[in-house]
DNA sequence: AAAGACCGCGCG
DNA sequence: AAAGCGCGCGGTCTTT
């Protein structure tokens, strides 16, 4: 590892660069083309019969979530109109006013401040509040949220996705743009396989209708581990950070330990990772659970590392921490929590304040490969719209050379992929999902295949870290992970 | 009927 | 209030 010195990488990508480099950025993007013409080319199957039965099963759903709206509200209410909801939950039965009686909570402004947000947000706060018997005041809130959440699912995916198979070829041939972004991503569009849903059960149930076309092919999935983490110690050059990621541990786990200053033998391990763990306390019980120590410590330092990414705010973290089922944290405790981060890595905090710097000096920012970001928001005289400015300094140079390694790791992929078309062997790329790589390949290759994309994920570029990589094999998209 | 602003929400 | 970064898309509602 020569840090003093350029690496060549793969085709001809120099690095660290970290000057604004239109030259290298070049190399490194049209590197990656290949591959994602293949992507295009390729596209990925869609069981049509059973995403049109999941349509039509979750339209029955919305319909009875509907008319049992309608009926509560005593008039026709319109779920999906944020207009229609905010009448009469708030005009009409001043929901807002008993929610500030009951908890202090108040229920925000939508964007543009027209009105109060109906959004997820809000009636979730709603949805909680509470008569003197402790049942739920009005059932409204709850089934808004419902309907919406089958509603997205039906109208944004399960609808319009069997009309998006080319008739050709029976596949979803998605379009990535890689010029989109000001961050180097790529962006995904018509239809946008970059946010599939994952995160509830109706989701999986979508993914599990990508599938593969012959029995004989399997779905692999490859990803880049805490790539942004690992990019931003290696780009902070911060101690601790770095020390973490070099001895193989936990980041967020570490991060939990540090800041709450907890006695690491007193919690229990992660039984996942350490099913043997003997328990060396009398009667066989850790003083800290991991179940506990997961919810109540790691959760936090979790939300706050991603926050911290972000340049998240103290009432920002508060909301995320909640949102991700964690603890109650007043916004001075977040304050505290975030400063807390920044004095264990301060040279992540010192790294940041750089990128400000940069930004304001040169009025834009760049990452270790060259690609840089104009930020002429920090010129503003409004002070929102600086802050706002500084946020996208802190955050780009971080995504940008994420991105820039999964870019290099694609250049490489496309001389496996010709080395398999060479032998005749399906090698298909179908997706790429910023930190992730999906293939389609004959199942007498796989288990050569993974090996080598974990090592060509992991591989394409020395960092002062390690770059972990880790892959999955199915039959359809929703078993991959 | 088409275009666009706004809101809300899916993903990393 | 550009309120946490980066996207695309569908629905509602208003304007042209």
């Known amino acids: 590892m020569l840090l003093d010195k350029f690496q060549r990488l793969e085709g001809g990508v120099f690095f660290p660069i970290d ?65 229609q909801v905010a009448r009469v939950l708030y005009d009409d039965l001043g929901l807002h ?27 979730s706060m709603l949805k909680g509040l509470r008569d003197g018997e402790g049942n739920t005041l009005d059932p409204l ?43 180097g991503r790529l962006a995904s569009s018509n239809p946008n396989c970059q946010n599939i849903p994952i995160k509830s059960a109706l989701g999986k149930a979508i993914r599990d209708s990508f599938t593969v076309q012959n029995q004989n092919h399997r779905l692999v999935s490859g990803d880049l581990s ?24 936990d980041l967020h786990t570490f991060t939990a ?109 760049w990452d270790l490969l060259g690609r840089w970001r104009l930020i002429p928001e920090v010129y503003s005289s409004i002070e929102g719209v600086v802050n706002a400015g500084l946020r996208q300094a802190g955050n780009m140079p971080i995504q940008s050379l994420a991105q820039g390694i999964i870019k290099l790791a694609m250049a490489t992929m496309e001389r ?11 090698c298909w790329p179908l997706l790429q999902i910023h930190d992730e790589l999906i293939f389609e390949v004959e199942d007498t290759i796989v288990e050569e295949f993974v090996a080598t994309m974990k090592k060509v994920m992991r591989g394409v570029v020395d960092l002062s870290v390690p770059i972990g990589s880790s892959a999955d094999v199915a039959m359809s998209w929703g078993e991959l992970k």
């Open 141 to 183: 809130p709850g089934l808004i949220l419902d309907w919406r959440e089958v509603a997205k699912i039906r109208s944004t995916y399960t609808g319009p996705l069997p009309s998006k198979v080319n008739p050709h070829t029976n596949r979803i041939h998605t379009v990535f743009n890689p010029v989109r972004t000001a961050t």
């Open 97 to 123: 006013k008993l929610l500030k009686e009951k908890s202090g909570q108040e229920i925000g402004r939508t964007g543009s401040g027209a009105r109060l947000s109906s959004d997820d947000e809000a009636l």
């Open 226 to 249: 805490q790539i942004e983490m690992v990019g931003a110690a290696h780009a902070s050059n911060d101690p601790k950070m770095r020390k973490v990621f070099l001895d193989g541990l």
């Open 257 to 365: 330990i540090s800041m709450f200053r907890l006695n690491e033998s007193e919690i229990e391990p992660d039984p996942e990772k350490y099913p043997g763990a003997v328990c060396p306390f009398p009667g066989g019980g850790w003083p800290i659970s991991w179940k506990v120590f997961k919810h109540k410590y790691r959760l936090p330092a979790k939300t706050l590392g991603f926050g911290i990414l972000y340049g998240v705010t103290p009432s920002g973290l508060q909301l995320q921490i909640l949102n991700a089922g964690g603890p109650y944290w007043s916004e001075d405790d977040c304050a505290l929590f975030i400063r807390g981060w920044y004095a264990l890595y301060q040279g992540v905090y010192e790294w940041t304040c750089e990128q400000h710097g940069r930004a304001r000096r040169y009025g834009k920012v």
């Open 416 to 426: 496996v992929c010709q080395y398999y078309e060479a032998k005749g062997v399906t």
């Open 19 to 83: 000057h604004p480099s239109p030259r290298n950025v070049a190399r490194l993007d049209m590197r990656a083309l290949p591959l994602i013409d293949r992507m295009h080319h390729n596209g990925i199957y869609l069981d049509v019969a059973k995403c049109r039965k999941l349509h039509d099963d979750l339209g029955v759903q919305q319909l009875v979530l509907g008319e049992l709206i309608d009926t509560i509200a005593g008039r026709p209410l319109n779920p999906g109109s944020g207009d």
